[in-house]
T-cell receptor, first 113, second 113 residues
Framework: EAGVTQFPSHSVIEKGQTVTLRCDPI?????LYWYRRVMGKEIKFLLH????????ESGMPNNRFLAERTGGTYSTLKVQPAELEDSGVYFC???????????FGPGTRLTVL | GDSVTQMEGPVTLSEEAFLTINCTYT??????LFWYVQYPGEGLQLLLK???ADDKGSNKGFEATYRKETTSFHLEKGSVQVSDSAVYFC????????????WGLGTSLAVNP
């Protein structure tokens, strides 16, 4: 069974540009989470989907971030326009049930210059 | 709000040394506690977990006991190997509906032969 996959693995963009990160959860996992780790800081929760619905987006930093999960399968996280402080590693995780283990993808390293 | 405080690294040990990485938490209710590990070039993996007070999680020779009286979940291993070199993260999942993870800063461990 394939694990959680994320694309791209690394993205380097300039301030003001747009970037879209993609996460493919494990098949059949209804719960999908996005987290972010900024250098030197702890990993922070961004948001949680159950199927295609946003259950909790309290961790989204501001309205430059837009997450979608059309059809309840893969998810995208768009940053528009990107700022320097958006640099970090973005992790995606999925779980079958809320109380179950979250399986993580390898992360996308975003560098904003 | 809920928080996790984790021993800062980096930690450098010789092979077969004893390892302790301290982790304390602040949370309302009865959180579940986790240790995740990130090996070089890989994603986050669940190492062990405990869901209630006095539970002991164990895996790959690592152990951690959920201590409610000291609000701690310290990670220990009796004899580390070079292959244990990684970054270790302590995390909690609160009693809320979405089970989002609250993370410590992470502790980098390097084991020398």
């Amino acid at each position: 069974e394939a694990g959680v996959t994320q694309f791209p693995s690394h993205s380097v963009i300039e301030k003001g540009q747009t970037v879209t990160l993609r996460c493919d959860p494990i098949s059949g996992h209804d719960n999908l989470y996005w987290y972010r780790r900024v250098m030197g800081k702890e990993i922070k929760f961004l948001l949680h989907f159950v199927k295609e619905s946003k259950q909790d987006e309290s961790g989204m930093p501001n309205n430059r971030f837009l997450a979608e999960r059309t059809g309840g399968t893969y998810s995208t996280l768009k940053v528009q326009p990107a700022e320097l402080e958006d640099s970090g590693v973005y992790f995606c995780a999925s779980s079958q049930e809320r109380m179950h283990e979250q399986f993580f993808g390898p992360g996308t390293r975003l560098t904003v210059l | 709000g809920d928080s996790v405080t984790q021993m800062e690294g980096p930690v450098t040990l010789s092979e077969e040394a004893f390892l302790t990485i301290n982790c304390t938490y602040t949370a309302t209710g009865y959180p579940s506690l986790f240790w995740y590990v990130q090996y070089p070039g890989e994603g986050l993996q669940l190492l062990l977990k405990a869901t209630k007070a006095d539970d002991k999680g164990s895996n790959k020779g690592f152990e951690a006991t959920y201590r409610k009286e000291t609000t701690s979940f310290h990670l220990e291993k009796g004899s580390v190997q070079v292959s244990d070199s990684a970054v270790y993260f302590c995390a909690l999942a609160g009693a809320g509906n979405n089970r989002k993870l609250i993370w410590g800063l992470g502790t980098s461990l390097a084991v020398n032969p």
